[in-house]
C-alpha cells in the first residue's frame, strides 16, 4: 500500500474519534461550568433570603418575638424562590415548581433552628369546628410547605437526683430546666468565668469592675408620634423604652405607648452590664451548689437505648469554669458537638423525607457538610439552603449553600461591640488607631443601621438610630484591626476592657430572652 | 523526477496528516480541560471570599497551585470593590430621611491584596459584607495548540488567549 492510502486511511479512522471525543469533552465541560455557576446562583438567592430577614426584622420593633419572627422567616422564604426562579434562567417557573427541587431550607437562629420543608396537614373534625369560619381553603391530608417547629440546640443528662435539659446557644448563654432532687429547676445565664463579687455588692469581670452608666451617654434618635427626637433610652427585654419629659414610653409602630414597668432612673442609670454579669455570676453558683458542674458526656440521657452515644467523649467534666469562655473548652466543644448533631439528625430527615413529597425521580440525600460549613454555622446565625434533582447535561445537580446573617437584633456576638468616640466615629474593639476619651462608649453595631419609618402623608422615610463615621481603619476597611485575642489585648489596656465588657454585657443583658419562670 | 516530487509532498502531507492533526486535537482537548480547571478554580476561590468574607494566603496560594496545575502561566487579576456606606448614610441625615444616599466603591486591586498575603503578620485580607469582589484569569504563555496553530495559519494576534476565566460578587460575610 502506497503512504498516501495509509495517511487516508489514517484520518478516516482518526477523525471520527477525534469528533466524538472533542464533542463528548464539550459536554463535560459545559456540565461542569453550569454546575459551578448554579453553586454560586445558589449562594445568591440565600444571600438574597437572608438580605430580606436583615431588612425586615430591622424595621420591626417586634422582631424578637416568635410569631414576628416566622413571619419574617417566611417573607425571607419568599424571597429566596424569587431569586431563584430569576437567577437560574428559569423566569416563569413558580415557586412551586422549583419547591420540588428545595428538599429544605434551614434557619439556624439562636438557641434552635427552623427547617421549611413540606409536610402532610392533619386538619381533623376538632380543629375544622375550631376554625370553621377561617382558614376553608386548607384540608386534611393535604401537603403543605411551611415552616416546622422550632427545634432547640438540646441535651438531657440525668446523674443521680439530676435529670435536666440544658439548651444550648451560639454563644456562652445556656437554658436549664428539668429536676433537681425533685425540685423543679429553669435557670438561664451566660457562662463566663472570673466574676469576682466585690464586699460593697459591685462586681469585677477579668480584673474590670464594672460600675452603671450614665443615660445620657446613651442616646438614640427615634421617630415616634410624627416627631423626629434624640433620647436617652434601656434596652430590656428586646424593647426600647425612651425617656422624655420625665414620661417613660415605647414605640410600637410609629405611636408612643404608654408604660408602668420602666421608671426614668433606670434609664439615667442604666444598669444592664452590671445585672448581665450578676446573672452569670448566680448561674455559676447555682450549677456548683448543685454539682451541675460536674456533669461528663457520660450522662447524657441515650435516647436511642443503643448503648452507644452518638456525642463525642470528653474527658472531664463538661461545665469546667476554669477555662469555659476559651475557645477549645470542653464546654465549647460539647456545645458545637449538641448544635450539630440536632442539626444533622432532624434535616437528614427531612431531606430524606423529601423523596415522598417532590414530583421528582431523584433520590434526595443529605450531603455532608464540611467542617468549614459548620465553622459558618457556628459563627452567627445563618440560613442553609439546599437545591437537588435538577437535571445538567450528564449530572444530576446536588449541592447546598451556607449563609451566615453578620447584622442580626438576635445575637450580640464579640465583635457586634463598636467603640464610639468623641468625634462621633465609630470604631471597632481592636482598632489600632482608636484613641479613647472621655466620651467614648460601646455601642451595639446594629444601631448603626438604617430605619425606616412612615411619616403621616404614608411617605416612606429612612433615619439611623446612631449617626456617626465609621472607622475607615476598622470598619469600612479591616486594615488597622489587631489580630491577637480580645483578653491578651485588654492586658495593657483597662479603660477600653471596661468599655467594652460594659457595652456587651449592657446588650446582651437587653436582649429578648424567652424565660419560663417556675 | 517527477514522482520523486510527488512522493516527497505525499511524504509531507502523510506526515503532517499522521503527526500533527493528531497532536492538535490532542492539545485542543488539553487546552479545553485547562479551562475547565481554571473555570471551576475561579469560581470556587471566589464563592469562598464572598461566603466566608476574606482571604487568606492559604488558599490564594491553593487557588495558584490549582491553576498552575494545567502548565501553563497565568495573568490573575483580582479587583475589590470596598463599600463605603459613610456618603449614604451623611445625605440621609441632611435631608432627614426622604431620600437614600448612595454607597460609594473604592477599589483594591492584585498587587495591594497580594501585599497583604504576603506580609508576615495581619496577612488575612477582611472583606466586609456589601463589599463586591472579582476575579479573572487568563494564560500569559502560548499553550501547544495555540503554538500549532500559529505555525500553519498565522491568524493569532498579540494578546490572543485560549485561557480565560473570570467570576464576581457581592461578599455575604463580614470576615472576622
Redesign the interface.
Known amino acids: 500500500m502506497k503512504l498516501q492510502s495509509l495517511a487516508v486511511m489514517f484520518i478516516i479512522l482518526i477523525l471520527p474519534i477525534s469528533l466524538v471525543l472533542a464533542s463528548y469533552t464539550q459536554n463535560r465541560i459545559e456540565t461542569l461550568s453550569l454546575q459551578s455557576t448554579y453553586d454560586s446562583k445558589l449562594d445568591d438567592a440565600t444571600y438574597d433570603a437572608l438580605k430580606a430577614y436583615q431588612l425586615n426584622s430591622f424595621n420591626s420593633e417586634t422582631s424578637d418575638l416568635t410569631n414576628s419572627k416566622m413571619r419574617d422567616i417566611n417573607a425571607s422564604v419568599n424571597t429566596f424562590f424569587n431569586s431563584m426562579s430569576t437567577g437560574f434562567s428559569s423566569l416563569g417557573y413558580t415557586k412551586e415548581t422549583l419547591q420540588n427541587y428545595v428538599p429544605a431550607l434551614v434557619y439556624t437562629m439562636y438557641d434552635g433552628y427552623y427547617i421549611y420543608s413540606p409536610y402532610i396537614n392533619t386538619w381533623d373534625s376538632e380543629t375544622i369546628d375550631k376554625y370553621k369560619s377561617e382558614y376553608q381553603s386548607f384540608k386534611n391530608g393535604e401537603t403543605l410547605y411551611g415552616l416546622k417547629p422550632y427545634v432547640y440546640y438540646s441535651c438531657r443528662y440525668v446523674k443521680d437526683k439530676i435529670d435536666v435539659v440544658i439548651t444550648y446557644s451560639l454563644d456562652n448563654y445556656i437554658q436549664i430546666q428539668g429536676t433537681i432532687n425533685g425540685d423543679t429547676v429553669s435557670r438561664y445565664g451566660y457562662l463566663l468565668n472570673n466574676l469576682e463579687m466585690n464586699e460593697d455588692g459591685s462586681i469585677t469581670y477579668n480584673g474590670v469592675k464594672i460600675d452603671a452608666e450614665k443615660g445620657e451617654k446613651l442616646e438614640e434618635y427615634i421617630y415616634f408620634d410624627g416627631n423626629y427626637d434624640k433620647l436617652p433610652y434601656i434596652k430590656k427585654n428586646g424593647i426600647k423604652y425612651y425617656a422624655k419629659d420625665g414620661k417613660v414610653f415605647y414605640v410600637l409602630n410609629g405611636k408612643s405607648m404608654d408604660q408602668a414597668e420602666v421608671s426614668e432612673s433606670e434609664i439615667s442609670t442604666n444598669e444592664s452590664a452590671i445585672k448581665y454579669y450578676k446573672e452569670a455570676y448566680e448561674l455559676k453558683e447555682f450549677m456548683k451548689k448543685y454539682g451541675l458542674d460536674k456533669l461528663t458526656t457520660n450522662d447524657i440521657y441515650d435516647v436511642d437505648k443503643t448503648g452507644n452515644s452518638e456525642y463525642y467523649k470528653i474527658n472531664g467534666t463538661i461545665f469546667d469554669f476554669d477555662n469555659i469562655e476559651s475557645e477549645t473548652s470542653n464546654f465549647n466543644t460539647h456545645r458545637i458537638d449538641v448544635i450539630k448533631h440536632s442539626i444533622e439528625r432532624n434535616l437528614s430527615v427531612a431531606i430524606s423525607n423529601f423523596n415522598y413529597y417532590s414530583g421528582v425521580s431523584v433520590d434526595f440525600q443529605m450531603p455532608k457538610l464540611k467542617d468549614s460549613d459548620w465553622d459558618k454555622i457556628m459563627d452567627n446565625i445563618s440560613i442553609i439552603s439546599f437545591l437537588q434533582g435538577v437535571k445538567i447535561g450528564g449530572k444530576i445537580y446536588n449541592g447546598y449553600s451556607i449563609i451566615t446573617n453578620t447584622k442580626n437584633e438576635d445575637i450580640v456576638m464579640e465583635d457586634s461591640i463598636y467603640i464610639k468616640t468623641k468625634d462621633n466615629v465609630l470604631h471597632r474593639v481592636k482598632d489600632k488607631k482608636l484613641n479613647i476619651d472621655d466620651e467614648t462608649i460601646g455601642v451595639y453595631n446594629i444601631n448603626v443601621e438604617r430605619r425606616s419609618y412612615q411619616d403621616t402623608d404614608g411617605n416612606t422615610k429612612y433615619y439611623f438610630p446612631l449617626s456617626g463615621t465609621l472607622s475607615y481603619d476598622s470598619i469600612v476597611t479591616q486594615n488597622e484591626v489587631s489580630d491577637a485575642k480580645l483578653t491578651d489585648y485588654f492586658k495593657d489596656k483597662p479603660v477600653l476592657a471596661k468599655l467594652y465588657y460594659t457595652a456587651l454585657g449592657r446588650e446582651r443583658y437587653g436582649l429578648y430572652r424567652p424565660k419560663l419562670e417556675i | 523526477m517527477e514522482d520523486t516530487l510527488i ?1 516527497v509532498i ?2 509531507a ?2 506526515v503532517i ?2 503527526f500533527v ?2 497532536l492538535m ?1 490532542m492539545s ?2 488539553a487546552d ?2 485547562a ?2 480547571t481554571v ?2 478554580a475561579t ?2 476561590f ?2 469562598e471570599i ?4 476574606k482571604i487568606t494566603p492559604d488558599e490564594y496560594s491553593k487557588f495558584l497551585e490549582n491553576i498552575g496545575s494545567t502548565g501553563n502561566t497565568y495573568n490573575i487579576e483580582m479587583e475589590i470593590k ?5 456618603p449614604d ?1 451623611k445625605i ?2 441632611v435631608s ?3 431620600q ?1 444616599g448612595e454607597n460609594a466603591y473604592y477599589s483594591i486591586y492584585t498587587s495591594q491584596i497580594e501585599n497583604v498575603l504576603n506580609a508576615d ?2 496577612n ?1 485580607y ?4 456589601g463589599d463586591i469582589i472579582s476575579v479573572s484569569v487568563n494564560n500569559t504563555n502560548q499553550t501547544l495548540s495555540q503554538q500549532l496553530k500559529n505555525f500553519f495559519y498565522t491568524v493569532i494576534g498579540k494578546d490572543t488567549y485560549t485561557i480565560a476565566a473570570s ?1 464576581g ?2 461578599v ?5
Do not use: C, Y
Open positions: 512522493s505525499a511524504i502531507l502523510a496528516l499522521m492533526f493528531p486535537t485542543d482537548r479545553d480541560v479551562q475547565l473555570e471551576v469560581t470556587e471566589v464563592d464572598r461566603t466566608t468574607g470596598i463599600q463605603d456606606e459613610n448614610r440621609t441625615m432627614r430621611g426622604e437614600i503578620s495581619d488575612i477582611k472583606l466586609k459584607e467570576h460578587g457581592k455575604t460575610a463580614t470576615g472576622k
